[in-house]
């Protein structure tokens, strides 16, 4: 390798695991400098998410597990900077291998699983509007990436209510910025937000949501992005629909940005989680363009995939014309684009209940992050490598000296 062109060394390198990446920063002083440099860490960044490799979906539930993309065999513990609390741990967002993630004491971090950096961000408090109680609100969270001013940013949105059966509300929305560690209020948000969980879907720098007009309403017909380069609202064509009874959704399914309608079942015997007749999954071949509205499959339960309330496609499998979803919350699927196929897909240790989001493995970093915490991926923590270390080198001196005794 030594007697190799040094770009070609770079470019090998580019294509490797993070936890290659790690081990190989003590071959020597130029591979370190190499690994940790900005460069670097872009290009290695960008061949992930070009190639779909080093992907790995995040399961929450009470704890964290990362599950790899390829393989899909197992689900693994995550160990992270805030977590020791029994009520577990949200995952508010994920953005070129960082997570954001919240606890029950509203202790907020940016944590890259790969290298187990972290860094806890600063609490800015709710302003609440005069009249409104404080009991009266939700929040959602959204994180992305501004590639203009080279920054991460997480949006932060609170919605008031008025009195019960109001059809009025008021709203506060804050952007922290990863690059100045600071959080700055922005104009407030024009429409009503639909799921009061989750996070916002993370497509071409923007977050979106699915909103409404007006509380009161029942039809959730509008979806609204959070531009992170001008911080500025913006509303997104939709396609011509078929019908009006649905529950609409919006998703990212390999970069692009996905509509869900659920069209509900009209037996009133159905039982719970199984409520769905169909879903149909429209992709947004170029982004802001009506007209590239493409609906890329219909599930129903015949295809195999069996009674549902929802389906959510998390990512495309190697093979390009499989996507792994997520059924009801309880299960992983995998629908074939070609076939109209699905089928369950069994994976060990996986939680009894599925939040899902993807996370690349990367080297991102931010500046003042703190050191490693925890279990990283693919390899052991350093203490428990030392104790077991320590450990059959007592074995082995136990050994000889039984030994010496003969």
Known sequence: MATLPWDIIVDVLSRLSV??????KSVSKPWCSLIDGQ???KM????????????????????LHWVDLESLDSAVKLQHPIGGDRHGTEVLGSCHGLLVLLNINDVVALWNPSTRRYRKIPISNIEFPDGILPCFQFIVYGFGYDPVSNDYKLVRMVQFF????EDSFDSEVKVYSAKSNTWKRIRDFPYYLRYKHGFGVLSNNALHWVVSRKPLSDVSNLVFAVDLVTEEYREVPLPEFEGESFHMNVEVLGG???????YVSDDPNADWGSGSDHVDMWMMKEYGVRESWTKFCTVVPSDGIGPFNYVLPIAYLKSGNQVLMNKNGEKFVVYDLESKKAWDKKISGVPHHLETCLCVGSLVRLDGDNEPFGWKLGGEDKKKKKKKKKKNKKKKNKKQSKKKQR
């Open 19 to 24: 936890k290659d990446l790690l081990r190989y």
């Open 39 to 41: 460069d670097f860490i």
């Open 44 to 63: 290695h960044l960008k061949n992930s998410m070009e190639t779909g490799s080093n992907l790995g979906v995040v399961l929450r539930d009470c704890d």
């Open 162 to 165: 008025g009195n019960v059966g």
């Open 256 to 262: 692009s940005l996905c509509l869900l309608c659920n």
